[in-house]
C-alpha cells in the first residue's frame, strides 16, 4: 500500500507524504524516484535557503538566518529551535495526527519519550505540557540519576495503557532487545495510541542488518559483553558522550512483522519530503518514520506472545 498527502496549510506549499505498509511497494516507488532525488535534495535546499521554514507545531515562520547547518547530513544538521530535519519531521507527523483526531490535541497529549538531556525533550516539554521523559541509565549509583529518570525501554517500569504517544528518535539501533521493546511500547499506549519513530533505515532491503547481540548475562550496550558480529559501531550518547551506544542492529522493512508480532496494528512507513518545514536528508530528500498503532480496546487481533497485554 502507499498514498501521498499534501499538507493544505497555505504556508507549507512544499510538501510530500508517501506511505508505504510494505517493502514490495516501497521498492517500486524506489525504482520510479531514485533518479531524482539528487535534484530534488537541492531545490529543497535553495526553498530553504531562499524562504526559510515553518515551525511544524507553532505555524510560525523561521527565517533562513536563524537556522544553523552543523555539517554535510542535512537531516542530522539542519538545525533550529533545538531541532533537526528528522526531528521536524516526527512533530510534523504528530500534528498531522492532532488535525486528523487520531490522537489527542497538544495540550491534553500524553506523550513519552525516552530521552530527557537532549534540546528535543526541552521542546516537547515547553510545547506538549503532559509530556515525560527518561535516559537510559543502568548503573544505580549513576549521579544522573539524581536529575533524570532511569528507563529501560526493553523492560519498561511504566503501567499499561498509560500514554497516547511514544516517540522515539535514533533509537532502534541501540536496542538490545527491539522486539521486546516494540512489546513494551504496545503495552503502555493506550488503545488507538501511536508510536511514531525515527531510526537510521536500511530502506533498500528486507531483512534488518545484525551487528552485535546480547548475551542474556551481559550488560546492555558494552560491546565487551555483547555478541559482536562485526567492528563495534557506536552513535552518539547525551549522557554518555566519551563511550556512545553500541549500534545492535539497523532495521529493515522487516520491522514492520515485528512491530504486528508485538502488538502493534497498522504499522507504516511515511516517507516526509518537506522543504517548508525544513525536512530534508542527504541521500535522500525526505526522512522515514514509522508510525504504528495500538489496537482498539475491543481488539482481539494480536499475537499469542504478546497476549500479556492489558487492552
Not at 538566518?65 to 507527523?93: F, I, P, Q, W
Not at 549521579?143 to 500514554?163: I, N
Not at 520491522?255 to 541521500?283: F, K, M
Request: hydrophobic residues 40%.
Amino acid at each position: 500500500m502507499s498514498g501521498a498527502f499534501v499538507a493544505p496549510s497555505p504556508a507549507a506549499l512544499h510538501v510530500e507524504i508517501q506511505s508505504f505498509s510494505d517493502f514490495p511497494s516501497f521498492q517500486e516507488f524506489l525504482r520510479r524516484s531514485l533518479p531524482h532525488w539528487p535534484a530534488q535534495v537541492q531545490q529543497a535546499l535553495r526553498l530553504i535557503a531562499l524562504h526559510g521554514i515553518t515551525d511544524p507545531i507553532l505555524h510560525t515562520a523561521v527565517p533562513a538566518d536563524a537556522l544553523r547547518l552543523l555539517g554535510g547530513n542535512y537531516r542530522e544538521t539542519l538545525e533550529a529551535h533545538n531541532c533537526l530535519s528528522r526531528h521536524r519531521a516526527v512533530l510534523l507527523m504528530l500534528q498531522h495526527l492532532m488535525d486528523a483526531d487520531a490522537i489527542p490535541p497538544r495540550q491534553q497529549l500524553e506523550l513519552y519519550c525516552p530521552e530527557s538531556v537532549t534540546g528535543f525533550a526541552s521542546l516537547l516539554r515547553q510545547h506538549f505540557p503532559h509530556s515525560m521523559g527518561s535516559e537510559y541509565l543502568p548503573d544505580p549509583a549513576d549521579p544522573q540519576r539524581q536529575h533524570y529518570p532511569h528507563q529501560d525501554l526493553c523492560a519498561l517500569t511504566l503501567g499499561d495503557d498509560c500514554v497516547d504517544v511514544v516517540v522515539c528518535n535514533e533509537l532502534f539501533e541501540h536496542l538490545y532487545d527491539l522486539p521486546a521493546a516494540l512489546a513494551e511500547i504496545a503495552r503502555i499506549l493506550r488503545p488507538g495510541g501511536r508510536l511514531v519513530a525515527t531510526f537510521p533505515f536500511a530502506y533498500d532491503r528486507y531483512d534488518t542488518i545484525v551487528k552485535a547481540r546480547h548475551r542474556p548475562s551481559a550488560t546492555p550496550g558494552v560491546a565487551a559483553e555483547a555478541e559482536l558480529l562485526c567492528d563495534p559501531e557506536y552513535h552518539g550518547n547525551p549522557v554518555s558522550a566519551e563511550q556512545g551506544s553500541l549500534v545492535y542492529q539497523i532495521p529493515g522493512w522487516d520491522l514492520l512483522d515485528q512491530a504486528r508480532t508485538a502488538g502493534l496494528a497498522n504499522p507504516v512507513i511515511h516517507w516526509i519530503a518537506a522543504p517548508s518545514y525544513g525536512v530534508v536528508g542527504l541521500e535522500i530528500p525526505a526522512v522515514m518514520v514509522l508510525v504504528a498503532e495500538a489496537p482498539p480496546a475491543d481488539s482481539t487481533e494480536h499475537d499469542p506472545a504478546v497476549s500479556h497485554r492489558v487492552v
